[in-house]
């Protein structure tokens, strides 16, 4: 995108969401199982999670496209659903770019923009500044099937932010371009957002797509939002085992906590806490690929390696019970079947309870989060939601 894309301040004009308590069933199966989520003015949210967790039937709830059974949406001080108000998607401003754009293929560019806008306003006018912000000047005439992948992304952005919306929605806006045309038109779209100011929330199942554009990310699982936070907060202090394993390449260690509480032994050694663990817990830390380093020597085995590139990762055999994935820039420095020394460098590590004390406490949980809520997470893991009904993943 050029520097001439209109700006806005995000902080004036642009429209907070609050969604409280959404539950929704299909078929007597749970969707979304008490779902809770407040967007700020101006910023981009990420939903993520796999296929079937919720996240694009939240989205259609807040776009006015599904009804829940229960909760409430609200952009500004406006409530557009809840038991006894269901405001029509039409008259809700929120803008929304579906997963296959659904474009109008009949329709020329400049037509398909202008579908749905009010003939109150001047139609030929918001056309033209739509089409200018995506970069589609002089375009107006051609019809979708004479433009590229990335061309009728944005004309389906182009017609979604036409009508001035409070809310701009996305369903999987990258899924249909192939990967070298997936990074420029994100970083495109990524600039062309900020620069707008519009609140935003997309879905995406990509980690890396969220992390890049997500202000904060909500990860879902099995109707249920997990953690929202900043990336690397989500990534660093995952709120749960799943999490961790979800957002990033993660080796989880068997560790019993010594002396104080303030260290985990483990099969790497003695790791730092990010908590202080009651002293004799068994538990797992979370270590992180790029967090271990190799060196020549040593009792573990290099017994694959994968090289990127830009990165080379080592699948490395410590001992009977434990093989981590470490990762290192540049090229491979070792071979298969190289013996090395593994050395921790990164931070103080989260621990996940998977066991118990002599005297029976649960360990603990990570920070910010209650054992409760971390045990809940394992039951929805089982199969189980948090108070021991039966889940249907959908």
Known sequence: MN????????????????????????GGGPVLAGVSLDVSPGELVALL???????????????????????????RDTVLTSASV???????????VFQDWALFPHLTVAKNVAYGLSREVNRTERVRDALAMVELD?????????????????????????????????????????????????????????????????????QEEAFILGDRVAVMNAGHVLQAAAPAEIYRHPVDRWVAG???????????????????STSLGPLPLVEPVDAGTSFEVLVRPEDLDLEPGGDAVVELIEFYG??????????????????????????????????????????YGTGETANGS????????STAAVTGVHAVEAGLDPGGEAITDR
């Open 362 to 369: 649960i360990a603990a949980a990570p920070p910010g989060a």
């Open 3 to 26: 520097d001439s894309v209109p700006t806005a301040d995000p902080t004036n004009g642009a429209a907070p969401i609050r969604v409280r308590d959404i539950t929704k069933s299909f």
């Open 49 to 75: 999670g796999p296929s079937g967790c919720g996240k694009t039937t939240l989205l259609r709830i807040i776009a006015g496209l599904e009804v829940p059974d229960t909760g409430e949406v609200m952009v």
């Open 310 to 351: 830009h990165d080379t990762v080592y699948v490395v055999h410590v001992d009977d019970a434990t093989t981590v994935r470490v990762r290192a820039g540049a090229a491979p420095r070792f071979g298969r079947r190289d013996q090395v020394a593994l050395r921790y460098t990164g931070p103080a590590v989260v621990a």
């Open 138 to 206: 002089g375009l107006d005439d051609r019809l979708p099937s004479t433009l590229s992948g990335g061309q009728q992304q944005r004309v389906a952005l182009a017609r979604a932010i036409a009508p001035q919306p409070d809310v701009l929605l996305l369903d999987e806006p990258f899924s249909n371009l192939d990967t070298a045309l997936r990074v420029q038109v994100r970083a495109d779209l990524h600039r062309l957002l900020i620069d707008l100011g519009i609140t935003t929330v997309f879905v995406t199942h990509d």
């Open 246 to 264: 979800f957002v990033g390449e993660a080796n989880f260690l068997a560790a019993v906590a010594t002396g104080t509480g303030t260290s985990a």
């Open 86 to 96: 269901n405001v029509a998607p039409e008259r809700r401003q929120v803008g929304m």
